[in-house]
């Protein structure tokens, strides 16, 4: 079992569209979750980390279900520029070694 | 600020041959990450530098990988020989503090054995 697993997409939606991704983790001691974006060619940067209680940045809506070890990325009111490939990160047994999953293509529509 | 840098950005080379990779990481960043992404595969840490010492380099696929990081500042991977298998884009990141949150990530190089 691959310690991060991703839907693996890809997604087209058009604009304006909600789009949810579902992300699950197979060690449960892992500590910290976050969700990263890559855009075609660029590096991976970080777009939210996520937190038990669940947190939310304008249109992004990041939760974690520690019990299920499952957590979601929402993107609400899709942009154009929110195409990328979106990456379900988890960090467990260091504090510094980041667990990649494969990732999903986001490709929004005009 | 500059960002964390790589060098080459692609990198085509014949099996059997070497090659080496250059990241600097963002100034005053001591803790220095390598990654890598083959073809249809997640990105996978390779190992972990604070200064110039290896604190991890537990994700090394084997022995024909050499990382360095004299001085404290720069890092090199080298690879040799480098075989098919080895193609991908290998990421460098650095951070200041040593927890993954700060950790920013490197353009990628490129790698292509053919």
């Known amino acids: 079992r691959k310690e991060v697993e991703q839907d693996p997409g890809p997604f087209n939606v058009p604009e304006g569209a909600t789009v949810a991704f579902n992300c699950t983790y197979s060690?449960?001691?892992?500590?910290?979750f976050f969700w990263y974006r890559q855009d075609c060619r660029k590096e991976p940067k970080l777009l939210m980390s996520v937190y038990s209680s669940g947190n939310e940045d304008g249109r992004f809506t990041a939760q974690l279900n520690r019990a299920s070890q499952y957590i979601s990325l929402l993107i609400r009111d899709s942009k154009l520029s929110d195409s990328a490939t979106y990456l379900c990160v988890v960090l467990g047994g260091s504090n510094y070694k980041l667990t990649f999953g494969k990732g999903t293509l986001l490709t929004v529509n005009p | 600020e500059a960002g964390v840098t790589q060098f080459p950005s692609h990198s085509v080379i014949e099996k059997g041959q070497t090659v080496t990779l250059r990241c600097d990481p963002i100034s005053g960043h001591d803790n220095l990450y390598w990654y890598r992404r083959v073809m249809g595969k997640e990105i996978k840490f390779l190992l972990h530098f604070v200064k110039e010492s290896k604190q991890d380099e537990s994700g090394m696929p084997n022995n024909r990988f050499l990382a360095e990081r004299t001085g404290g500042t720069y890092s090199t991977l080298k690879v040799q020989p480098a075989e098919l298998e080895d193609s991908g884009v290998y990421f460098c990141a650095s951070s200041q503090e040593d927890f993954a949150e700060t950790q920013y990530f490197g353009p990628g190089t490129r790698l292509l054995v053919l």
């Open positions: 060690n449960s001691a892992s500590q910290s």
